[in-house]
């Protein structure tokens, strides 16, 4: 018991710990460091990409852990509680982020090339910071769903 009680919390620490980690320290970090915006995404665009890999099987070990405890010490697996919902939820904002928006920002920042010389009303990049504001909410959505977990989790364990 106490070792699916232990996956549940290391998940959660991976998952959360990274994407704060990532938002308030490495991305602010490396834009205000390094002398270009090119550079910048250079470093933050694979970062990114491994964030959501930590992320999907953090929350792939979350869940897991977390139907297995629940089916252990209450007899049913519980799929619909608060906590598994939101894992999927944050699963699935991840899954886009990782498929469907990250991909359309490495091919337009690729088709721009040095980006600092992009003029900001070219469509290109536009459509760029569009995405980029999409992805920056999707990982919000993560981190927001992801702390009412640790705090379903906290006061329910056993």
Do not use: C
């Not at 933050?44 to 405890?69: A, C």
């Not at 982020?97 to 359309?104: G, L, V």
């Amino acid at each position: 018991m106490s070792i699916l009680k232990f996956l549940m919390l290391l998940s959660l620490v991976v998952w959360l710990g990274g994407v704060i980690f990532f938002g308030a320290v490495l991305a602010p970090t490396v834009f205000s460091v390094l002398p270009t915006r090119h550079l910048a995404g250079s470093v933050v665009s694979p970062s990114l990409n491994r964030l959501h890999w930590m992320g999907l099987i953090s929350g792939v070990v979350f869940l897991v852990s977390s139907l297995i405890y629940t089916r252990v010490t209450t007899g049913s697996l519980h799929v619909f509680a608060a906590r598994h919902v939101l894992i999927v939820v944050m699963l699935l904002l991840t899954l886009t982020s990782q498929f469907a928006i990250t991909p359309k920002m490495a091919t337009l920042r690729a088709s721009m090339g040095e980006i600092d010389n992009v003029s900001p009303t070219d469509p290109a990049r536009l459509q760029f910071n569009s995405l980029h504001i999409w992805s920056t909410r999707l990982e919000m959505g993560v981190l927001l769903s992801g702390l009412v977990v640790v705090y379903l989790t906290a006061t329910q364990l056993k």
